[in-house]
């Protein structure tokens, strides 16, 4: 005997809806002895966000608020790493000093041509992060003075895989405090003021 099934009533979609997304949960507050490990964007848990090279640059802007970071992981149609992308490369000077050498608009400007590329890319090593604390990351920042250090592993081939991320702007988040770690970051408040330029 087959089960029958009634189509499920639908109606059309009302002016105003919104995307529902989790609530970001809230990070326990960290003290510099603590585990490096409790301030790691683990990406085993949490996706990373990725952004095509041949993106322009507002929409790179875009999928950060979107997306709630500050940075975007450059990559190919393999998931490798090109480069990386921040706020600060989309709002600081990079873009006036791009558009002053090239020409053009801010508009003509993608995410290739402001990006750190791959090879100018420090990474800190999981076997090493996995034994530090957390005053070792913020010294780590200081002295590379970024705002972001990216760790990687290796998968059961040998090929790195970056494993997880350290965020001035989290660091700041948990310890209640500020993390001076190269430029000063970005609110995304300032990010949604450029978008409306």
Known sequence: MQTRYAPITSRRMRPGTIVRQPVLETTPPVLPGDPA?????DLRQIPAVLV?????????????????????????????????????????????????????????IRVRDLMTPHARLEVLLMTEVEHARVGHV??????????????????????DVVRGVFSASQLEKQLGQPVSAGA??????????????
């Open 138 to 159: 913020l010294a780590t920042l200081s002295l590379a003075g970024r705002q972001h250090a990216m760790v990687v592993e290796a998968d059961e081939q040998g090929h």
């Open 37 to 41: 490990t409790s301030v790691m964007s």
């Open 184 to 197: 000063p970051a970005r609110t995304f408040a300032e990010i949604e003021a450029a978008l409306a330029r």
């Open 52 to 108: 095509d090279p041949d993106v322009d640059i507002e929409a790179a802007m875009r999928i950060m608020i979107r997306r709630n970071v500050r940075s975007l992981f450059v990559v190919n149609v393999d998931n490798e790493i090109l480069g990386l992308i921040t706020a600060t490369d989309l709002l600081g000077e990079k873009p006036m000093q791009h558009v002053a050498r090239y020409g053009g608009g801010r508009s003509d």
